[in-house]
Structure formats: C-alpha cells, structure tokens
C-alpha cells in the first residue's frame, strides 16, 4: 500500500522560509497527483497546492500564490512544498496527499479532494509574529 510521510514542519518566523518534503514509498511516479493540504486549528482542512504528473500547471490557493512552491523529484519519490514569506496565517499541520489514478489532467481537480485515496500524516509548521 502507498504510504506518504509528510516532514519539515517546525517553528518560523514570519517572513522566513521552510521546506516540507512528502516522501512515497510504494508508490510509481508516473501516473500521479500529489498535493499539499492544511488545517489550522478549529478551522476546517484546505487545499494548499498540487501537482500532476500530466506536465499540467500546479494548482495554488490564492492565500499561497506567488509565496509557496510545489514541486516533486521522481528520482526520490518525494514532493517539496517551498515556504516562502509565511506569515502566521500559515500556521497550520500540514498534510499530503495522492491521487493514484489521474483521468481528469486539471492539478486543481485534486485540489479540491477529488481522487486523493491516500494521505499521509501531517507536519505540524508554527508561524511566530
């Protein structure tokens, strides 16, 4: 069974950068979506950013457009989610997740839950003002 190990969470401050990393075991990049999804506390889960394997372009929430970066290494099975200029709003555990079967090509499809049959467990990023 594919299994996805979510790191990199920690403790930043607001203006700094942090890397996430979700590493795939069993898992073949070749047919795939992968995305990066968040939960604040008391709030409800929501989409951060995915990614196909379909060279389509990757799907970002507007919160995130233009700070963060999706990306994945198929040489290491393993999708990176680059932080940049977090601010406290970002505070969040952070989850990701697969689609192994990828009819629809749009990243944005995955986004929105759609597909998405594993998940890893999250990591947890704190934001400090």
């Known amino acids: 069974e594919v299994q996805l190990q979510a790191s990199g969470g920690g403790l930043v401050q607001a203006g700094g950068s942090l890397r996430l990393s979700c590493a795939a075991s069993r898992f073949t990049f070749d047919d795939y979506a992968i995305g990066w999804f968040r939960q604040a506390p008391g709030k409800d889960r929501e989409s951060v950013a995915c990614?196909?394997?379909?060279?389509?372009?990757?799907s970002y929430a507007d919160s995130v457009k233009d700070r963060f970066t999706i990306s994945s290494d198929s040489a290491k099975n393993t999708v990176y989610l680059q932080m940049n200029r977090v601010s406290p709003e970002d505070t969040a555990t952070y989850y990701c997740?697969?689609?192994?079967?990828?009819?629809?090509?749009?990243?944005?499809?995955?986004?929105?839950?759609?597909?998405?049959?594993?998940w890893g467990k999250g990591t947890l990023v704190t934001v400090s003002s």
């Open positions: 997740a697969a689609a192994t079967q990828v009819p629809i090509p749009t990243a944005l499809y995955y986004c929105a839950g759609y597909g998405m049959n594993y």
């Open positions: 990614i196909t394997s379909l060279k389509t372009s990757p």
